[in-house]
């Protein structure tokens, strides 16, 4: 609770997004046919039906059908297909 409101705080004087000061994933969900993960360090494993994406607080886990990676940034991965579990590992 004590880094959170550090966080809260520094981001304030700074104006930085929280999960950047707080070095934490920003995860966008739109429908279930597109995931968008900020804040990545990288793929772990990828098939059509599971794609496993290290993270700083874990590795998250999606799986579905006819999943791809629609494009891969330093600082961002989109994925594509038909969504049905986002999971975190730890």
Do not use: S, W
Not at 12 to 23: A, S
């Amino acid at each position: 609770m004590q880094k959170r409101n550090c966080g809260k705080m520094i981001n304030k004087l700074v104006d930085f997004p929280e999960e950047t000061i707080l070095n934490l994933p920003k995860i966008t969900i739109l429908g279930n046919n597109r995931l968008i993960v900020e804040n990545h360090r990288g793929i772990i494993e990828f098939t059509p039906q599971r794609i496993r994406i290290n993270t700083p607080i874990g590795i998250l886990n999606v799986c579905g059908n006819d999943m791809h990676i629609n494009y891969i940034i330093p600082e961002e991965i989109m994925l594509e297909g038909d969504i049905a579990i986002v999971e975190f590992i730890k």
